[in-house]
């Protein structure tokens, strides 16, 4: 074998390696490696300075491999492939290093220790590297169209972007309308036009194009294949109404429907019958008939020949080459007795006001009663001391500020009493806080481990604090509406990011590979997410990842052909028994059972496996191999190590 020259290069990462090792003693270590012709340490690695003196290194000194020392691969792993790349070197000959996540920062209390470990993982990368193959991207054929999952407004504004790139879109709504959450706001904090107007606006777009497909009512229930090539079944519940109908014929259905039941629309205030529209500008305009709930009494059938109860459910299948995820988010339900939720009549979460407000005019009027005063009580479901839910939702403060103002000037007699443990209206939103303020809103706040209280006393609600701005005096309040202040919470129905494996973050919301390099990727090659599925997020931030995610999903598919990575694994078909342990063990449905002369064996489905090596220690006949990781180049490394 040719004997390796290698290039090392050790980062600083600007202190994040270099405060806790000493990356000059790392540097000495290795450049008396027979194998290294050049070790340099660098301040950052990544930036195009040190990327274009890599490149003139290599081709200087005809290097014939690389190893960089700095973070995780999971950020510039493909940074320095690229780099080994421009200098006409195979980009899979290159090795990485991480000493800052497996060295300083994990070591960051012992300098010494930090050290002599990362010299051994720079060692041990030498080895892999004086081993390393030239290797070739496997080529795999894109679907040039993309499935999204939610039409929300994220989903249909990722819709309209796609659909000006030319891509062919299937836009799949679970629910019989789109619009999601945002349909259901009359005013917004941050525009004039209402969630609805802005529903309808992107709703009238969608249906001009052409390339376009909207599923409504529809669910994905099956998924099959990998990126460029996702299979999947779809799930469409049918409405009971045919397309051709008379206005006039579904009004008289709905008024003489005999079945009413709690509107999840207007948050259970209100009821609504079995044959329903959310609102009279519904899109699609179409009613649906709620089939679990409808006694089949035949009433709406006698006044409107649209009612067609022999409709049938459909399972389509369709091949994308990319799937958006825009699945949205659940509003926080209060625990049972929660600052008085379910057992006072007069407690009603921020989702359930802003629906009373935008509906009443004149006076506020609540169970009957006349509301004058009104205490909000911030964080509820979210910066939980005792609970999952221990992150800010970030826009419950500006949303409650704007509903207090949007109600003062509607209802002037009210008193908006705020009880928060301090606030957080970013940007312009903070003008909202400066209005609420004028309009004599009082604001009281209290520490985490003292939050306020609410006692019902006869027909009174009391709410208490002890108020930090007053020095800690307890002031009380006697409400007639409490509103809690509800955060942004995970879908609970989460059948479809289970379906896809889509990975979570620790507060249960969709997790993105990195919040600012790869903001809208997951680790599921050709999945990527947009809008509040990944996290809490106001209408702007939802349309600003949509936009994102649909250019990234656009990217992986435009050029009708993808590359994959040809670090996978690899089946001796010779050796292979087919005892079934490798399949089990496969995280990625990579491995098939085939038939081969004759004989059951494994065979790798290339485009689908990640070469994460979780089937080689599981096979007993030693019949499994992983590119990139060969025995030999392990066994260099362990070598190294010990």
């Not at 009359?186 to 599923?215: A, F, P, Q, W």
């Not at 299979?231 to 008024?255: C, G, V, W």
């Not at 044959?275 to 089939?291: L, R, S």
């Amino acid at each position: 074998m040719k004997k390796k020259k290698i290039g090392v290069y050790i980062c600083h990462c600007g202190g994040n390696i270099s405060d806790y090792v000493d990356v000059e003693k790392v540097r000495q270590a290795v450049e008396g490696e027979d194998i290294v012709f050049l070790a340099k340490t660098t301040m950052f690695a990544c930036s195009d300075a040190n990327q274009r003196e890599m490149v003139n290194d290599i081709e200087a000194n005809g290097l014939t491999s690389v190893v960089v020392a700095s973070c995780s691969p999971k950020l510039h792993l493909l940074t320095f492939r690229n780099v080994s790349q421009r200098a006409n070197l195979n980009k899979y000959t290159y090795v990485h290093a991480n000493i800052r996540e497996q060295a300083s920062w994990a070591h960051s209390d012992n300098k010494i220790g930090a050290t002599e470990k990362a010299i051994h993982l720079v060692k041990a990368a030498i080895a892999k590297a004086n081993y390393a193959e030239a290797l070739e991207s496997n080529k795999v054929k894109a679907q040039k169209s993309v499935a999204i999952i939610g039409a929300g407004v994220a989903g249909m504004k990722a819709a309209i972007s796609l659909s000006n790139k030319d891509c062919e879109v299937i836009l799949i709504e679970k629910e019989p309308f789109v619009g999601g959450r945002v349909a259901q706001w009359n005013s917004l904090s941050t525009t004039t036009e209402t969630g609805k107007e802005i529903v309808k606006r992107l709703y009238d777009d969608l249906i001009t194009r052409d390339n376009i497909t909207i599923c409504t009512n529809s669910e994905v229930i099956s998924n099959k294949g990998s990126v460029g090539n996702f299979t999947l079944k779809i799930k469409t519940t049918p409405r009971y109404i045919r397309q051709s109908f008379h206005p006039e014929d579904l009004t008289r259905a709905i008024e003489v429907c005999p079945v009413s039941v709690p509107d999840e629309f207007n948050f259970r205030l209100t009821q609504r019958k079995a044959i329903y529209k959310n609102y009279p500008g519904e899109y699609p305009q179409t009613p649906v008939i709620d089939i679990k709930n409808c006694t089949r009494c035949g009433a709406c059938e006698k006044v409107c020949p649209a009612v067609d109860f022999n409709e049938k459910e459909e399972i389509t299948e369709i091949t994308v080459g990319s799937v958006l995820m825009a699945t949205g988010f659940d509003p926080y339900t209060p625990g049972y007795g929660e600052f008085g939720y379910a057992t006072s009549e007069n407690v009603i979460t921020l989702p359930q006001f802003k629906r009373l407000i935008d509906e009443q005019s004149g006076t506020l009027v609540y169970k009957g009663k006349v509301i004058k005063n009104i205490a909000y009580i911030y964080c509820v479901g979210s910066r939980q001391t005792k609970g999952d839910n221990t992150y800010c939702s970030r826009n419950c403060c500006t949303s409650t500020i704007h509903a207090a103002v949007t109600a003062k000037s509607k209802f002037p007699d009210i008193n908006n009493f705020h009880f928060n443990r301090g606030l957080r209206t970013y940007g312009k939103q903070e003008i909202l806080y400066a209005d609420s303020l004028r309009s004599g809103d009082i604001y009281l706040q209290s520490y985490e481990d003292g939050l306020p209280t609410v006692t019902i006393e006869g027909n009174k609600t009391i709410v208490k604090i002890n108020d930090i701005l007053t020095n800690g005096k307890e002031i009380e309040v006697e409400a007639d509406l409490v509103v809690l202040v509800t955060g942004m919470v995970p879908r609970a129905d989460n059948k479809v990011g289970t379906l896809f494996k889509l990975p979570k973050g620790r507060d249960k919301f969709y997790n993105e590979i990195h919040m600012k390099l790869r903001p809208v990727e997951t680790v599921i090659d050709g999945v990527t997410i947009a809008g509040a599925c990944q996290g809490p997020k106001n209408i702007a931030e939802s349309v600003n990842s949509a936009l994102s995610a649909a250019t990234k999903s656009y990217s992986i598919i435009s050029k009708g052909e993808l590359e994959s990575e040809p670090l996978v694994a690899i089946i001796d078909q010779d050796k292979c028994t087919w005892c079934g342990a490798c399949e089990k063990a496969c995280p990625f449905d990579a491995i098939l059972k085939v038939e081969d002369k004759g004989k059951i064996v494994a065979e790798i489905n290339n485009s689908v496996c990640k070469g994460c090596g979780m089937c080689a220690p599981v096979c007993e006949p030693d019949a499994i191999n992983v590119t990139a990781c060969s025995s030999t180049e392990i066994m260099s490394m362990i070598d190294t190590l010990v």
